[in-house]
């Protein structure tokens, strides 16, 4: 049968909506079930212990996805095929582990057969599930319950609404373990160095300024005109002034500013830049990271940025025009 516009488009917002009010069910359904099982996850990693996830069919998916998330949080996960534990997969299990098993009914028998087996090796159980009454949620230590109306399949039968319920939770539960243990932006770059997210992650400030010859210095005393060749030669939209003898950064005179300072009458060329350039800029360390710098540049509507060392010196600019090509945009 071929697509008509209106009515596939009409059916594509349905199912939108249906696993949005999935999701809405889910948040408000929240409760001490899901505070249980952050703790347990806290306390089985202050105890050295990991993470296995299981499920089958597409809540093992859910399952695999969830506990990759946690891996990339520093969380050590895996995933447990019900039907290969049963056949000598159960090695990967350590006493101590906290095993979360994932199933919409929470009555799937190969993970009913698990659970006794998980519980006889150490583990204790998580029944992550959309059925509160099932068995499994009987059976297992702590209950992880989404809530889900109906699905957004027009047979009702394919998992579509209780998969996106399934894995935002997982999501959540996985957020609010970052946020418990103080995740920082350099240890999620830890694992994640290779592409483009890595790479964005792990530039320093220093990485990406313009420094030596691009980056125009000059005292604070001297002239505009001394100070616009300054920039001039650097190529520079802006130009790092400085306190005698310290080298401490005074203030930033840039194009804008040079513009208005046009506007005071004959002669400012021979004025001290310091009757107009902006004292007090904004500046980034060297250290910092270089999304840090972007947040600056959004924040302030600003075009350039003074790099600065621990004594507060600059050492480097960062023009918001080279950005775009390390890709921190």
Same mark, same amino acid.
Do not use: W
């Given at each position: 049968?071929?697509?008509?516009?209106?009515?596939?488009? +009409?059916?594509?917002?349905?199912?939108?909506?249906?696993?949005?009010?999935?999701?809405?069910?889910?948040?408000?359904?929240?409760?001490?079930?899901?505070?249980?099982?952050?703790?347990?996850?806290?306390?089985?990693?202050?105890?050295?212990?990991?993470?296995?996830?299981?499920?089958?069919?597409?809540?093992?998916?859910?399952?695999?996805?969830?506990?990759?998330?946690?891996?990339?949080?520093?969380?050590?996960?895996?995933?447990?095929?019900?039907?290969?534990?049963?056949?000598?997969?159960?090695?990967?299990?350590?006493?101590?582990?906290?095993?979360?098993?994932?199933?919409?009914?929470?009555?799937?028998?190969?993970?009913?057969?698990?659970?006794?087996?998980?519980?006889?090796?150490?583990?204790?159980?998580? +029944?992550?599930?959309?059925?509160?009454?099932s068995e499994l949620a009987a059976s297992a230590d702590f209950q992880l319950v989404y809530r889900v109306d109906r699905e957004a399949c027009p047979l009702k039968l394919a998992p579509t609404a209780s998969t996106t319920a399934?894995?935002?939770?997982?999501?959540?539960?996985?957020?609010?373990?970052?946020?418990?243990?103080?995740?920082?932006?350099?240890?999620?770059?830890?694992?994640?160095?290779?592409?483009?997210?890595?790479?964005?992650?792990?530039?320093?400030?220093?990485?990406?300024?313009?420094?030596?010859?691009?980056?125009?210095?000059?005292?604070?005393?001297?002239?505009?005109?001394?100070?616009?060749?300054?920039?001039?030669?650097?190529?520079?939209?802006?130009?790092?002034?400085?306190?005698?003898?310290?080298?401490?950064?005074?203030?930033?005179?840039?194009?804008?500013?040079?513009?208005?300072? +046009?506007?005071?009458?004959?002669?400012?060329?021979?004025r001290p830049v310091s009757d107009f350039m902006t004292r007090s800029p904004k500046v980034i360390r060297d250290d910092a990271m270089g999304v840090d710098a972007l947040r600056l540049f959004e924040l302030h509507k600003i075009?350039?940025?003074?790099?600065?060392?621990?004594?507060?010196?600059?050492?480097?600019?960062?023009?918001?025009?080279?950005?775009?090509?390390?890709?921190?945009?």
């Open positions: 049968m071929a697509i008509v516009a209106k009515t596939a488009l +009409a059916r594509a917002r349905q199912c939108i909506r249906i696993e949005c009010d999935a999701l809405k069910a889910t948040s408000r359904s929240l409760g001490a079930g899901f505070v249980a099982t952050a703790r347990a996850v806290e306390e089985t990693l202050a105890e050295g212990g990991k993470l296995v996830f299981s499920g089958v069919g597409k809540s093992a998916h859910i399952a695999g996805k969830v506990a990759a998330t946690f891996n990339s949080t520093g969380v050590s996960s895996c995933f447990l095929d019900p039907t290969q534990a049963l056949h000598g997969d159960l090695g990967l299990c350590d006493e101590g582990d906290l095993a979360i098993l994932l199933s919409n009914s929470g009555q799937s028998d190969e993970l009913l057969r698990l659970l006794p087996l998980l519980k006889r090796f150490g583990l204790r159980v998580v +029944a992550f599930t959309g059925n509160a009454r399934a894995l935002a939770l997982g999501d959540a539960l996985a957020m609010v373990l970052m946020e418990s243990r103080g995740m920082t932006r350099d240890d999620f770059a830890k694992y994640h160095p290779a592409g483009n997210l890595g790479r964005i992650l792990l530039l320093r400030a220093r990485d990406i300024m313009r420094s030596g010859e691009r980056l125009p210095v000059a005292p604070d005393s001297v002239t505009v005109q001394e100070a616009i060749l300054a920039m001039t030669r650097a190529k520079s939209g802006s130009i790092a002034l400085v306190r005698a003898p310290s080298g401490k950064l005074s203030g930033i005179l840039t194009d804008g500013d040079f513009r208005r300072s +046009a506007l005071s009458g004959p002669g400012f060329l021979s075009d350039d940025l003074i790099v600065v060392d621990t004594g507060g010196r600059p050492v480097g600019l960062i023009d918001g025009q080279d950005l775009p090509k390390y890709k921190i945009v």
